[in-house]
Structures are given as structure tokens and as C-alpha cells.
T-cell receptor, first 119, second 112 residues
Framework: GAGVSQSPRYKVAKRGQDVALRCDPI?????LFWYQQALGQGPEFLTY????????KSGLPSDRFFAERPEGSVSTLKIQRTQQEDSAVYLC?????????????????FGEGSWLTVV | AQSVTQLDSHVSVSEGTPVLLRCNYS??????LFWYVQHPNKGLQLLLK??????LVKGINGFEAEFKKSETSFHLTKPSAHMSDAAEYFC??????????FGTGTRLLVSP
């Protein structure tokens, strides 16, 4: 597609429910990122994939959060036993090649996000 | 560790007047710096990024930013605000690889 596509755009989950958020990166993009944006805050890094390999998951807040990208394209962020503090916008982003985001590096393109509300 | 501080949570200007959004950074080495804009219910869009070749960086839609190492600043400016500029602006520093570290954002309000 023309841009990074995320679904669902809006999700309301009951506390304790499992949710899955999908990301379709720009076709051919090797690098894929997940960020979490709480209300009134800037996005915070969750995890990073290069193709199907999850190279950094240091930002995942707990073991209830799990991300995968089994075929190196579409990615899913899964949150188990959701809590109210998980309410946020989850942003997916992709980049063409192995990322070096310095001055000569690649641009990272963001999707519009999945808005999760846990009630 | 890298971090950025956006000094104003909200900035209000009138259409046609200059815009200044302030950002200070902290980095243990030569940083990579960016400004992103986020319109309501839209994805983050890159406005500009710092290249070491020039301290004054020009971006899209008439925005520019100046890298000042001595002041550890990377303020965003525009000579004349337009109504369509109303949005949330994020100053961002990178660790040089996959992680972008965002500031808390500045909401720009533009009145007629």
C-alpha cells in the first residue's frame, strides 16, 4: 500500500481481555517498529524488527506484551490480560532498509495508530 | 542516554505571525535530531531532520530548525503561520539506530 496501515483503528477492550493489533508496513520495508503513545505524551519505543527477527524488545512494558512478524512483513502486537494502564495509541512504523536514522539514514514512516481503550 | 525537552506544552499564534517551538536535547555524542508533526487522527509526519552538513535545516511547509551545539537546542521556526499548521509537534532524538526518543510535544494553536 501507499503507507503504513494499522487495524483496528479503534478498540475498546474490557479489563482482562486479550487484544491483537495489526500492522501492514509499506511494501518492501525491512524494518518495523512499534511505539506506545499515552494520552498527552510523546510516543515511546516498544520493539523493533528487521525482517522477521525481533532485534530489540527492550521497550515492552511487561510480559503481557508480545509482538511478532513471522514472515517479515505484517506484524501483530498482542496484549494479554489488558489493564487500564494499557490504554494508549499504538503506533507502527516502517523503514526501507536496515536502520541507521542518522543524517544520512532512512526515514521512518508512521501509521495512523490503533487507539486502545481498556474499560 | 538521549533525551529531548520541549519547553512549551502549548503555543498560540495568530495566522501570519512567526512560529517558534523550542526544543533542547541531551546526548552523549553527536545527535541525530528530527521534528515530527501529528495532525488529529493522523500519523506522524517527518518535517525535517538534522544533517551535520548544515546547522540550519529546511523542512516541508516552510518550517526550518537551527542546530546550536553550544546551547544544545534545536528550535523549530516558521516565518508566517497558516491555519493548517495547527497540530502537535514533536522534537525527536535518535540513538543513531532504531530507537527514536520523543519529547512530550507542543500543541500549536493558530487563530484567525
Amino acid at each position: 500500500g501507499a503507507g503504513v496501515s494499522q487495524s483496528p483503528r479503534y478498540k475498546v477492550a474490557k479489563r482482562g481481555q486479550d487484544v491483537a493489533l495489526r500492522c501492514d508496513p509499506i511494501s518492501g520495508h525491512v524494518s518495523l517498529f512499534w511505539y506506545q503513545q499515552a494520552l498527552g505524551q510523546g510516543p515511546e519505543f516498544l520493539t523493533y524488527f528487521q525482517n522477521e527477527a525481533q532485534l530489540d524488545k527492550s521497550g515492552l512494558p511487561s510480559d503481557r506484551f508480545f509482538a511478532e512478524r513471522p514472515e517479515g512483513s505484517v506484524s501483530t502486537l498482542k496484549i494479554q490480560r489488558t489493564q487500564q494502564e494499557d490504554s494508549a495509541v499504538y503506533l507502527c512504523a516502517s523503514s526501507l532498509v536496515r536502520v541507521k536514522v542518522g543524517p544520512s539514514g532512512n526515514t521512518i514512516y508512521f501509521g495512523e495508530g490503533s487507539w486502545l481503550t481498556v474499560v | 542516554a538521549q533525551s529531548v525537552t520541549q519547553l512549551d506544552s502549548h503555543v498560540s499564534v495568530s495566522e501570519g505571525t512567526p512560529v517558534l517551538l523550542r526544543c533542547n536535547y541531551s546526548s552523549s555524542y553527536s545527535p541525530s535530531l528530527f521534528w515530527y508533526v501529528q495532525h488529529p487522527n493522523k500519523g506522524l509526519q517527518l518535517l525535517l531532520k538534522y544533517t551535520s552538513a548544515a546547522t540550519l535545516v529546511k523542512g516541508i511547509n516552510g518550517f526550518e530548525a537551527e542546530f546550536k551545539k553550544s546551547e544544545t537546542s534545536f528550535h523549530l521556526t516558521k516565518p508566517s503561520a497558516h491555519m493548517s499548521d495547527a497540530a502537535e509537534y514533536f522534537c525527536v532524538v535518535s540513538d543513531g539506530f532504531q530507537k527514536l526518543v520523543f519529547g512530550t510535544g507542543t500543541r500549536l494553536l493558530v487563530s484567525p
